[in-house]
Nanobody
Framework: QVQLVESGGGLVQAGDSLRLSCTASGRTSSSWSMAWFRQPPGKAREFVAVITWSGGSTYYADSVKGRFAISRDSAKNTVYLQMNSLKPEDTAVYYC????????????????WGQGTQVTVSS
């Protein structure tokens, strides 16, 4: 089993920055991929960014490319999502997810999920 715990959400103004953290505990390995998803109010959960645990390859949703950056600290078993130039449309509950295998963008491919952290961006 793998447990994921997110932190770092909050209320900010448009243009501000936030950094989310996701710490994994349990049975992970270098073959895993870690991702961030988000669920805006009244909408479906959507892919934000993913990183491979071994090589650090990354992939982003078009809506956040150039503004968000995903990274990992293997020693701390932690994945980060640095969010810059935040917009009101970035308001959502942000979830960390993990899977064993390739980095993919589909929600259903991830076996493990965190509890979510709220990010609210005011205009």
């Amino acid at each position: 089993q793998v447990q994921l715990v997110e932190s770092g959400g909050g209320l900010v103004q448009a243009g501000d920055s936030l950094r989310l953290s996701c710490t994994a505990s349990g049975r992970t390995s270098s073959s895993w991929s870690m991702a961030w998803f988000r669920q805006p109010p009244g909408k479906a959960r959507e892919f934000v960014a993913v990183i491979t645990w071994s090589g650090g390859s990354t992939y982003y949703a078009d809506s956040v490319k150039g503004r968000f950056a995903i990274s990992r600290d293997s020693a701390k078993n932690t994945v980060y999502l640095q969010m810059n130039s935040l917009k009101p449309e970035d308001t959502a509950v942000y979830y960390c997810a993990a899977r064993s295998g390739l980095a993919v963008t589909s929600t259903g491919s991830y076996n493990y999920w965190g509890q979510g952290t709220q990010v609210t961006v005011s205009s």
